[in-house]
């Protein structure tokens, strides 16, 4: 356990209200956030007022901290999700984003002490960092991503198949991801300082396959870009060259070449349109040749999209893959990109059990809201928490009142079969 010095009333008093105005909360609507009137508050924040335990675990909440942090000897003012969202373009989008990061965070936090109270151990595989240079053109980055890519594929033994649920890999690798209505602009965001680091998110508003793209990226930055304590990924400044990296690592990461290679090869494409081999028996050679038929290696459109479907794709991110390959050609990718939102690729998207043509899965996210509700089932089973603390859990992951209510009577009922 840590150890922390005393803490004056009046010190406390302090750090809440420079949480509080650096969080961009106003007293009026922070009050309202954690019970209490606005003068109670103004009474707390100028130390004339003691702060209960709850009281002070409630504040901690609504301003994505630790009580630890407002009981530490030192104690950082600033925001880091405010600062994150400091451009002119975020003013009212950024600070409701920020408040939903905020929730997020402290669900994350609570996994981690169900996690320490239950003993479940982290991935050993988790943590790992890459030591890198910053790129200095377009093509170090693509070349570092790539790279890094394959590296983690291989320390992971991902192998060269599709990942299934990446949200659910990355909490298994030691990354906390979350679903969180974003600024359009923003894609997503990874924060590697505090607690409960590293931390990513990604914008709820997107497409599913874009989502999917966005956490392989934002994974990118916590194994390249820890430094930065946190970053935002923001369509505006896709050129530069950590976005352009992330970028390379996401499509690599997500289509890794000999996989598609060989899933092209399965589909009968992919091949020279003109193969030749040699035999030698250490006296003659023998040449054979083949030719396939014009265009029959040609990578198809309904090809492309059964690509994007396994590997969890939108279409145009396997189309340019495919061309970075060079599996098609220019003319190819052209033509994917008129055709993509055609009547027929939608309808053959519907064939396919897709609900739109770059929907290709379902929303994987939040995907640590399933084990953050069966570690607390796990928590009380084992008499580790109370009645109250599991209902407190379970409503923090949006669950419908009746719902919780449902949830912990049978919970209620089959600890008292067990005892019975």
């Not at 420079?18 to 019970?35: C, L, M, T, V």
């Not at 479940?120 to 200095?136: E, S």
């Not at 690798?173 to 979350?178: D, H, K, L, N, T």
């Not at 064939?351 to 290709?360: I, Q, T």
């Amino acid at each position: 356990m840590p150890k922390f010095q005393a803490t004056s009333k009046a010190e406390l008093a302090k750090r809440i209200k420079r949480a509080r105005e650096n969080a961009g909360q106003s007293q009026q609507a922070f009050a309202e956030a954690i019970g209490l009137s606005r003068a109670a508050l103004s009474e707390v924040e100028s130390g004339n007022r003691a702060v209960a335990g709850l009281e002070l675990e409630r504040i901690a909440y609504h301003l994505g901290r630790e009580v630890a942090e407002f009981l530490a000897p030192e104690f950082r003012e600033d925001d880091l999700l405010q600062a994150l969202f400091r451009a002119p373009a975020d003013a009212a989008s950024g600070a409701r984003s920020a408040g939903e990061l905020r929730k997020c965070l402290a669900i994350a936090r609570e996994l981690q002490a169900l996690e320490s109270l239950l003993d479940v151990p982290r991935n050993p595989r988790a943590g790992a960092t890459y030591d890198m240079d910053l790129p200095g053109t377009r093509w170090d980055a693509v070349q570092q991503g790539e790279h890094v890519a394959d590296a983690e594929r291989r320390r992971l033994g991902l192998g060269i198949a599709p990942i299934a649920d990446l949200a659910s890999q990355l909490d298994s690798w030691g990354v906390r991801a979350a679903l969180v209505e974003l600024p359009d602009d923003i894609s997503g965001l990874t924060i590697t300082a505090g607690a409960v680091a590293p931390f990513v998110a990604v914008n709820s508003t997107h497409a599913p396959a874009r989502r999917r793209f966005s956490l392989a990226h934002e994974y990118c930055h916590v194994l390249l870009d820890r430094n930065l304590n946190g970053s935002i990924s923001r369509s505006s400044e896709r050129d530069d060259l950590k976005e352009v990296r992330s970028n390379a690592f996401a499509a690599a990461f997500l289509m890794p070449e000999e996989g598609l290679r060989a899933d092209v090869a399965s589909l009968g494409k992919g091949q020279s349109s003109r193969m030749a081999s040699t035999v030698f028996d250490e006296q003659d050679a023998i040449r054979a040749e083949h030719r396939a038929a014009p265009h029959s290696q040609d990578i198809q459109l309904y090809d492309a999209l059964q690509l994007a479907v396994k590997f969890g794709t939108s279409l145009m991110a396997m189309a340019y893959r495919l061309r970075n390959l060079k599996l098609i050609l220019e003319p190819a990718l052209a033509a994917l990109k008129e055709a993509s939102a055609s009547q027929g690729v939608l309808a053959l998207a519907r064939s396919f059990g897709l609900p739109a043509a770059d929907g290709m899965r379902p929303p994987e996210l939040p995907g640590h809201s399933q084990r953050f509700v069966v570690l607390s089932l796990e928590a009380y089973r084992r008499d580790r928490i109370s009645r109250s603390k599991l209902r407190e859990l379970l409503s923090m992951v949006s669950l419908p009142g009746k719902d919780v209510d449902a949830i912990v009577r049978d919970a209620e009922s089959a600890a008292e079969a067990a005892t019975a």
